[in-house]
Structures are given as structure tokens and as C-alpha cells.
Antibody, heavy 117, light 112 residues
Framework: DVQLQESGPDLVKPSQSLSLTCTVT?????????WHWIRQFPGNKLEWMGY???????NYNPSLKSRISITRDTSKNQFFLQLNSVTTEDTAIYYC??????????WGQGTLVTVSA | DIVLTQSPASLAVSLGQRATISCRAS??????????MHWYQQKPGQPPKLLIK???NLESGVPARFSGSGSGTDFTLNIHPVEEEDTATYYC??????????FGAGTKLELK
């Protein structure tokens, strides 16, 4: 079965970069689908951040475009999120997810990242 | 960006009764063949779980008491009969255009 697991620091200082890893098991990220990052703010609003396609192409939320980068390591079946110049408003639960033709059937459990000095 | 407006923000329903949640899109997300609207259930401490895809297609393993309908800009998630385990927050999500993909603000379902 497909499983996704986020990992990374749970505390980041303002102005620094947030870096997270999503490790995928049960399916190769180069075989198909697109692989996404979604975050959920305190108060529960969900925000789509961007994805890396199985071909390696990427697409980002315009609201984050200047700060976000999604990359991958195909040898480890992992993909990564980097968000630069974070502020306290970037405090959220960060999820990685696999999108099929339109919806997200597979999600990681999420990791809470707090931005604080 | 397509804005998804869910209503109500919260509702309380008695066991065995019907819960109806609405999602209105700021523009049509339907073609003649498909409606690019999906529904999720989220319980505390868990990621969202896909319930309904393409407006009315039940995801594998999801109980038949969940159903979805609608097209164009207006969509509905129905739960009938409501069971105790259905207490959760429900979200709609469109996939009409990327970027950006957006979610509704959520509807919290509680039992009376």
C-alpha cells in the first residue's frame, strides 16, 4: 500500500528556511501521479502549496512562488519542500500527499512546524 | 483563484438524521462530462480522508451513507443516516485549474 511520511524540524526561526522531507513507500514517485505539499494553519484552513510531477516538473501556488521550491531524490523515493524567509504566519501542519486525476487519496500524517524565535 | 464557500460553518445533527453540507464555487468547475469537485473528512489529529471524487463518486471503502451531488458552481455532501463516527470537519476541494488548487473553509459536524 502507498504510504507517505513527513519529516523535518518542528521549530524554525523567523527569516530562516523551512525544509521538509516526504518519504514514499509502496510506489515509485517516478512511475506516475503528482506529489504535493499542503499545509493546514491553526484554525484549520487548508492551503495547497505545490507539487512535483512524476516527470520532474513542478508547479507552485502563486502566493508562495518566490519562496517555495519542491525537489526530489529518486534514489531514495523522497521529495522535499523548501520554504524560504519564513514568518510566524508559516506556522502550520505540513502534509505531503499524492494526487490522482483530481483528488488526494493518499496523505502523510502531517508534521507541525512552528516558526518562532 | 477559484474560491470555495462552504455552508454552514458548523451544524449539529441527531443520530440517524441527515446532514447536508454545501460548497459553492466562484466559477463553474464542471464540463459536460465531469465536475472537478471532491470532498474530504478530517478528524482531529488525522489528515483529510477522501470521501467523494468528481462530485458524486464514492471513494473505495467509504460507507454508502455518504453521497455527493451537484454541478457547475453548487455542490452538496449528504450524510444519511448520520452515525457517531461521522463527527468531523468536512472540506470541499476543486481541481479545475492548477495553480492554484483550493479548499473550502470546512464544515464542522457535531451530534445533537
Amino acid at each position: 500500500d502507498v504510504q507517505l511520511q513527513e519529516s523535518g524540524p518542528d521549530l524554525v526561526k523567523p527569516s530562516q528556511s523551512l525544509s521538509l522531507t516526504c518519504t514514499v513507500t509502496g510506489y515509485s514517485i517516478t512511475s506516475g501521479y503528482s506529489w504535493h505539499w499542503i499545509r493546514q494553519f491553526p484554525g484549520n484552513k487548508l492551503e495547497w502549496m505545490g507539487y512535483i510531477h512524476y516527470s520532474g516538473s513542478t508547479n507552485y501556488n502563486p502566493s508562495l512562488k518566490s519562496r517555495i521550491s519542491i525537489t526530489r531524490d529518486t534514489s531514495k523515493n523522497q521529495f522535499f519542500l523548501q520554504l524560504n524567509s519564513v514568518t510566524t504566519e508559516d506556522t502550520a501542519i505540513y502534509y505531503c500527499a499524492r494526487k490522482g486525476t483530481g483528488s488526494f487519496a493518499y496523505w502523510g500524517q502531517g508534521t507541525l512546524v512552528t516558526v518562532s524565535a | 483563484d477559484i474560491v470555495l464557500t462552504q455552508s454552514p460553518a458548523s451544524l449539529a445533527v441527531s443520530l440517524g438524521q441527515r446532514a447536508t453540507i454545501s460548497c459553492r464555487a466562484s466559477q463553474s468547475v464542471s464540463t459536460s462530462s465531469y465536475s472537478y469537485m471532491h470532498w474530504y473528512q478530517q478528524k482531529p489529529g488525522q489528515p483529510p480522508k477522501l470521501l467523494i471524487k468528481y462530485a458524486s463518486n464514492l471513494e473505495s471503502g467509504v460507507p454508502a451513507r455518504f453521497s455527493g451531488s451537484g454541478s457547475g458552481t453548487d455542490f452538496t455532501l449528504n450524510i444519511h443516516p448520520v452515525e457517531e463516527e461521522d463527527t468531523a470537519t468536512y472540506y470541499c476541494q476543486h481541481s479545475w485549474e492548477i495553480p492554484p488548487l483550493t479548499f473550502g473553509a470546512g464544515t464542522k459536524l457535531e451530534l445533537k
